[in-house]
């Protein structure tokens, strides 16, 4: 089987002015990742704005993705939301437009039974006809807190190859990859990449890879050869974009770069997300002529 450690993208899904899907944009996006060597892409997550897309929408966004990434990327496809049927039909697509494996976050809001949740990724499973899938684990969204035991026990359902554990609950991440050796975990919140991957994370999943994507790669690869101080300082320089965007807003703040870099071509967010007002627009302005 396929080897998915390693780094990748949460893509955004860009907007036109009228807020409909920019697949121009959405293109360069995915080149942007080839270019900064980025192991893969993680398709129509929170990041993508995917619970604001309708069911059409998603799809068109993963075969664009697909097509567009020239086979130059390991390419997860997530297909979460809260009805099974919607995520079956999504993984569904997914096989069909040649992704590598498939994502699906907690079914949140109702407060399902975890035997619920069992029988949601089982159907998941089911419909996306043999590619793996990967569990998309974000308690402070969902509202959906895992036990170790019932990480492990998601972790055992037939084609389950790992999770990508966004949580700042280290201790759980060292203790989920540590039993379970043959999984992967993937570290979901980018400003604990270094002591993610100390825990026992073999890579991650975010946002912020879309623009400093080469710091997570940089990071990796000094852990690899043991210059865990240059990691660090790495990693540091990472959590001040991070603090700035968490300040104004992650997906508004990294659409407005992604645009003055003129790699997408607006940075409209969908209602009710908010664009950056100006003020927040000179705050990003100044960071990016200091650091970026
Ligand atoms: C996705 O689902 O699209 C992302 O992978 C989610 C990702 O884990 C991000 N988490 C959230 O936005 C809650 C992080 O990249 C996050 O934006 C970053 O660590 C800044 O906090």
């Known amino acids: 089987t396929k080897n998915f450690a390693g780094e990748y993208a949460a893509l955004l899904t ?29 398709v129509g997550g929170s990041t993508g704005e995917a619970f604001l897309q309708s069911q059409a929408e998603r799809r068109d966004c993963l075969e664009s993705v697909a097509e567009s990434s020239l086979g130059k990327l390991n390419l997860i496809a997530h297909v979460g939301s809260i ?24 079914p949140f809001y109702y407060g399902f039974s975890f035997d619920a949740l069992l029988d949601h990724y089982r159907a998941i499973v089911d419909a996306a006809d043999g590619l793996p899938m990967i569990v998309y684990n974000i308690p402070v969204l969902t509202g959906v807190a895992l036990s170790d035991m019932q990480i492990e026990e998601l972790l055992n359902l037939e084609n389950v190859i790992g999770i990508k554990q966004t949580s700042i609950d280290l201790y759980q991440l060292e203790k989920i990859a540590n039993r379970n050796p043959g999984k ?9 990449f270094l002591p993610g991957q100390m825990a026992g994370a073999q890579g991650g999943i975010g946002s912020t890879y879309n623009v400093i994507g080469s710091k997570y790669k940089e990071i990796q690869k000094l852990i690899c050869s043991g210059d865990v101080g240059r990691a660090k300082s790495v990693q540091k320089s990472a959590n001040r974009l991070i603090d700035l965007l968490v300040l104004v807003g992650v997906i508004p703040g990294l659409k407005y770069i992604l645009q003055q870099k003129g790699i997408i071509a607006t940075d409209t967010v969908r209602a009710p997300f908010r664009m950056l007002d100006s003020m927040q627009k000179r705050l990003v302005d100044d960071f990016i002529s200091s650091a970026l």
Not at 14 to 34: G, M, R, T, W, Y
Not at 85 to 105: F, Q, R, T
Not at 184 to 192: A, K, P, R, T, W
């Open 14 to 42: 860009p907007f036109d002015q009228k807020e409909n899907i920019d697949f121009k944009s959405l293109q360069s996006l995915v080149v942007n990742a080839i270019d900064q060597d980025l192991t893969g892409v993680y």
């Open 184 to 192: 992967i975990v993937f570290n979901g919140f980018d400003e604990i």
């Open 83 to 106: 009805r099974t049927k919607d995520c079956c039909e999504l993984a569904n697509a997914a096989k069909g437009a040649g992704y590598h494996a498939v994502s699906a976050v907690t």
